[in-house]
C-alpha cells in the first residue's frame, strides 16, 4: 500500500606607392568630389544636395594625431572586488607582440562584465591610447561610437558629415594607428562590430557580451562567473558602509540568496543605504525579497538607473531571446523551477520536436542564460535567474501569472514522467539520486496548499524512496506534504488520501517516531474498514502495517493479534496461496519469533517457504527472502546446523539471480557472517563481515541504515574475537551516525547505544559503561513500551554491569 589599453598614438609610416583605382584616396576609400577654391562639396541623397565640408575633412585620416584627453572611459567603476585571474588572463594576451589583440568577456546580465573591463582598461599597465567606450548593443550604437571617435579627433566634422561618413572616418583612423583600444559593451551580435573585428590589425579590441559561443576569433576569451562569498560580503559592506557603520545582520544570506550576483548585490546595497529607517539591515532586506519579489527585482535605490536593475536586465535579454525563438521563454521559465545544478535532460523529455528543443537550449546558452554541465551531461542555470523567471509580474510580458502557473505545472508533469515508477529496485536509485535534488526545489518552491495531485503522487513516492533509503528526515517534510496535499484535493475518505496517510504513517515508523505512527495506522485501518469495507485488500495491508508498527514498539500481545486476524482473512479473500497470504503467513511467523515463540516461528516459516517454492518458484526475491528468514529462525533457536547451510544457499542464490550487490544479496551474506561468528568460527565471519561493510559503503553509501547495521555488526564480532581497539572505535563511529542519521530517540540508536557501553564493560571500563547504560535505560523508558526487547535486554545488562562494580567496590578502569 506504501507508493509503495597609456601613450600618444603613432601615425604608420607612408606606405609605398601603389596603383589605384581611379576616384580613391592612399588610404583606398572612394574620394569625395570637390568643387570651390576652399570648400568642397559632397552629392548626398537622391538629390544633389550641396554639404559644405571643412578642410578637416580633406586630411587623409593617417595624418590626423590623436589630441590628449581623446579617452571616453566615463564608466569606471566605484566599487570593485575580486576578478584577479580575470584581470591576470587579460593582461597575458597584451604579452604577445604584433598583431591584432580581440579579447571577449561573456557571462550573464549582471555579472559583471562591463565592471571588469572597465577596471582594467582603467587601472592595468596595457600601454593603450586612446582607450574608447562604444555602447555596441546594436549597429546604431556601434557606429555612432564610431563617429563619436571621429568628432572627438576632428571637432570641426561634428556637424559637416553625416554619422555613417563619421563612421567611416573613424574606421580610415584606428585602420591607419596603432596602440587604441576600443571596449565594445554589451554585443548582441558580432555582425554588428564585424567592420572592427575583420579590420586591419593595427589595434585592440575588448569586447563585452552575454553571447557566450562566437568568440573563436579572440585572442583571449573570458568566461565570467559570480563572486564568491568573501568577495560578495566585499562587495556589499563598501556600499553599505561609504558613509559609516552598518549592522550586516544576515549579509551572508542575503549573498547567497542572490546568488553572488554582482548587479544584484550593487542593487541591494544601495536599496540598503537609501532606506536605513525602513531596510536597517541585510536580514530585513531578505524579508522584503520573500515577500515582494518581484518589486525587489524590479526596484533598485532612487539613484539606481532602471535599466540597470536586475529585471530590467534579463527583460531585454528575453526580449531578443524570444524574438528568435519563443520557445526558448518557455524552456527557461520551466527549468526555473528545478534545482539550478545537474538539470538532466531527461527532463525536456517531450517538452518539444527535438529541432526546436534543441534551437531553444542553444538559444539559452548563447545568451549565458544556461551553462551546459559536461561533467553531468545536463545543465546548469544561476538561482538568481531562476527565481526572478518563476516570479510573476503583471507588468512583464514574460513573467504574467498565468506564463508562470503554465511553466510550474510544465515542471511538475516532465519530473513526475522522468522519474521511475518504483523506489525499490536498487536499479532505479541512480536515477532516484540523480532526481531528488529536483524534487526538493520543487517542493521549495511550489506554494503550500497549492499544488496539484501529481505534484502530491511525486513528493509521496520521492519520500517512500527517501524511508528506504533511510533518509527519515528528510521523507517526512515530503510525505507530510503529500497527504495534506491529498486530503485538500480529494477529501479525507478518498483512497489516494487513504494510501496517503499509510505512507506518512510508515515514514514515522522508520524514524522511530512510532507515538505517532501508530495513531496514523489506526486511523487509516478504521476509515479503510468504514470506506473501503473490512474484506477490501488494502483495508487487510492497513491492519498488517499497523500489525508491524505494534511489534515495533514491543507490544507482541497486540501484533500478534492483529497478524493472526489479517492471515485468516487473507486466507478467506485471497486464498492460501496467494502471494499477500505468503507475506501475511511470514509475518506472523516473525511476530512469534519475536515473542520467542520458536514451536510456532518455524513450521510458520517452513510453511512460508514451501508455499514461496509452489507458487512464486525457487529463484522468486521474496522465496530467497523466505529461506532467509527461516535460517534466521533456526539461528535464534540455535538450531546452527540447519541455519548456516540454509544461509550458505540463500547467499549463493541470491548472487547468482540478484547480484552480488543487491541489497537482499549483501543482507545475506551479513546473516551467514553472523551465523559463522554464533558458532565460535571467526575466521569465516569477520572477513565476510568486512566484505560486507565495504560493499554497503560503496553500494548503499555510508549513511544507510544497512551500512550502520553492518558496521554494527562488525564491531561486534571483533568485541567477540577480544579485539576491543577495532571494536569500540566501531561502535562509537555507529552510534555517532545514527544519532546524526536516524537521531537520538530511534530504536536503532538506543541499540548502539547499548552495544557501545557493552564494549565498554568488556574493557573493564565501567566509569563508562554504566552511565551509558542509565542513560540507554532512561531514553528506553521513554520511547519505548515497558516489554520491549531492548527494554528487557538493557535493564539485564546494567544489572550485571552495576554487581561487578559493586563486588569490586568501585569503577574499574581499562
Known amino acids: 500500500m506504501k507508493w509503495p589599453f597609456r601613450k600618444r598614438s603613432e601615425k604608420l609610416p607612408p606606405a609605398e606607392p601603389t596603383r589605384r583605382p581611379a576616384g580613391t584616396d592612399a588610404s583606398g576609400e572612394r574620394s569625395i568630389a570637390i568643387g570651390g577654391d576652399h570648400y568642397g562639396s559632397a552629392l548626398t541623397g537622391d538629390n544633389a544636395t550641396v554639404v559644405a565640408l571643412p578642410p578637416e575633412a580633406l586630411r587623409p585620416a593617417a595624418d ?3 589630441p590628449p584627453g581623446l579617452d571616453s572611459l566615463h564608466n569606471r567603476p566605484h566599487h570593485f572586488v575580486g576578478r584577479a585571474r580575470e584581470l591576470d588572463r587579460l593582461d597575458a594576451a597584451l604579452v604577445a607582440p604584433g598583431g591584432t589583440v580581440v579579447q571577449a568577456v561573456y557571462g550573464l546580465g549582471g555579472i559583471g562584465k562591463s565592471t571588469l573591463a572597465a577596471h582594467w582598461a582603467a587601472t592595468r599597465d596595457h600601454g593603450c591610447a586612446p582607450v574608447r567606450w562604444i555602447n555596441a548593443d546594436s549597429e546604431a550604437g556601434v557606429q555612432q561610437g564610431l563617429a563619436d571617435l571621429a568628432t572627438a579627433l576632428q571637432p570641426a566634422l561634428a556637424h559637416a558629415l553625416p554619422v555613417e561618413k563619421l563612421a567611416e572616418r573613424a574606421l580610415q583612423w584606428l585602420a591607419t594607428h596603432t596602440g587604441w583600444l576600443l571596449i565594445l559593451d554589451n554585443v548582441n551580435d558580432p555582425a554588428d562590430i564585424a567592420p572592427l573585428t575583420q579590420g586591419p590589425a593595427t589595434g585592440r579590441l575588448l569586447i563585452t557580451s552575454r553571447l557566450a559561443t562566437t568568440w573563436n576569433h579572440a585572442t583571449t576569451v573570458v568566461r565570467l562567473d559570480v563572486l564568491d562569498l568573501e568577495e560578495s560580503l566585499d562587495l556589499l559592506t563598501r556600499i553599505t558602509t561609504a558613509a559609516g557603520p552598518r549592522d550586516l545582520d544576515g549579509a551572508a544570506e542575503l549573498c547567497a540568496e542572490l546568488g553572488y550576483l554582482p548587479l544584484a548585490i550593487e542593487q541591494a546595497a544601495a ?20 515577500q515582494y519579489p518581484a518589486d525587489m527585482y524590479r526596484d533598485g535605490a532612487v539613484a539606481t538607473a532602471t535599466e540597470r536593475t536586475i529585471a530590467r536586465v534579463w527583460h531585454l535579454t528575453l526580449d531578443r531571446i524570444t524574438a528568435l525563438h519563443p520557445l526558448a ?14 538539470i538532466p535532460t531527461t527532463l525536456l523529455d517531450g517538452f518539444a520536436e527535438a529541432p526546436a528543443l534543441n534551437k531553444a537550449i542553444a538559444l539559452l546558452t548563447a545568451y549565458s542564460m544556461i551553462t551546459p554541465d559536461p561533467d553531468s551531461g545536463g545543465l546548469t542555470i544561476h538561482r538568481l535567474v531562476q527565481a526572478l523567471a518563476r516570479t510573476p509580474d503583471p507588468d512583464d510580458p514574460h513573467r504574467t501569472p498565468d506564463a508562470i502557473d503554465q511553466a510550474r505545472d510544465r515542471a511538475t508533469t516532465h519530473l513526475n514522467t522522468a522519474l521511475p515508477s518504483t523506489w525499490g529496485d536498487p ?16 517542493a521549495d518552491h511550489i506554494v503550500e496548499g497549492t ?18 533509503q533511510g533518509l527519515s528526515a528528510r521523507a517526512l517534510k515530503h510525505l507530510q506534504r503529500a497527504f495534506a496535499s491529498m486530503e485538500r484535493v480529494l477529501g479525507p475518505d478518498h483512497p489516494g488520501t487513504l494510501i496517503s496517510r499509510n505512507s506518512l504513517a510508515y515514514a514515522y515508523e522508520s524514524a522511530g517516531d512510532l507515538g505517532r505512527a501508530i495513531p496514523l495506522y489506526e486511523q487509516t485501518l478504521t476509515d479503510c474498514e468504514r470506506v473501503l469495507g473490512p474484506d477490501q485488500s488494502d483495508t487487510l495491508t492497513s491492519r498488517n502495517n499497523l500489525a508491524g508498527a505494534c511489534l515495533s514498539a ?31 503467513r511470514n509475518n506472523l511467523a516473525y511476530a512469534y519469533r519475536s515473542a520467542g515463540d520458536l514451536g510456532r516461528a518455524i513450521p510458520l516459516y517452513e510453511q512460508t517457504l514451501a508455499g514461496m517454492e509452489r507458487v512464486l518458484g525457487p529463484n522468486h526475491p521474496e522465496t530467497l527472502i523466505s529461506r532467509n528468514n527461516l535460517a534466521g529462525a533456526c539461528w535464534v533457536a540455535e538450531d546452527l546446523g540447519r541455519a548456516i ?3 550458505e544457499q540463500t547467499l549463493t542464490d541470491c548472487e547468482r539471480v540478484l547480484g552480488r550487490d543487491h541489497p537482499e544479496t549483501l543482507t545475506s551474506r551479513n546473516n551467514l557472517a553472523s551465523a559463522y561468528e554464533s558458532a565460535g568460527d571467526l575466521s569465516q565471519a569477520i572477513p565476510l563481515f568486512e566484505q560486507t561493510l565495504t560493499d554497503c559503503e560503496r553500494v548503499l553509501g555510508r549513511d544507510h541504515p544497512y551500512t550502520l547495521t553492518s558496521r554494527n555488526n562488525l564491531g561486534y564480532a571483533y568485541e567477540s574475537a577480544g579485539d576491543l581497539s577495532r571494536a569500540i572505535p566501531l561502535f562509537e563511529q555507529t552510534l555517532t551516525e545514527r544519532t546524526r542519521v536516524l537521531g537520538p530517540d530511534h530504536p536503532d540508536t538506543l541499540s548502539s547505544r547499548n552495544n557501545l557501553a557493552s564494549a565498554y564493560e568488556s574493557a573493564g571500563d565501567l566509569s563508562r559503561a554504566i552511565p551509558l547504560f542509565e542513560q540507554t535505560l532512561t531514553d528506553c523508558e521513554r520511547v519505548l513500551s515497558p516489554d520491549h526487547p531492548l527494554m528487557v535486554a538493557i535493564c539485564g545488562n546494567l544489572a550485571r554491569a552495576m554487581a561487578v562494580r559493586d563486588g569490586e567496590g568501585g569503577s574499574t578502569q581499562p
Do not use: K, M
Not at 276 to 283: A, E, I, N, V
Not at 427 to 433: E, F, I, N, V, Y
Not at 435 to 440: A, G, I, T
Open 64 to 66: 590626423v594625431d590623436a
Open 271 to 290: 536599496y540598503l543605504v537609501e532606506n536605513q529607517l525602513t531596510t536597517p539591515t541585510p536580514r530585513a532586506y531578505l524579508g522584503l525579497l520573500a
Open 329 to 342: 521563454g518557455d524552456l527557461l521559465q520551466t527549468l526555473a523551477w528545478y534545482a539550478p545544478d545537474h
Open 427 to 442: 536499479a532505479t536509485w541512480p536515477t532516484w539520486r540523480a532526481l531528488l535534488p529536483h524534487v526538493d526545489a520543487l
Open 451 to 468: 499544488e496539484t495531485l501529481i505534484a502530491a503522487r511525486i513528493f509521496n513516492d520521492a519520500g517512500l524512496f527517501l524511508c528506504d
Open 554 to 584: 514491543g507490544d507482541l500481545g497486540r501484533a500478534i493479534r492483529l497478524y493472526e486476524q489479517t492471515l485468516t482473512e487473507r486466507t478467506r479473500v485471497l486464498g492460501p496461496d496467494h502471494p499477500y497470504t505468503l507475506t501475511s
Open 645 to 647: 547451510p540454509l544461509f
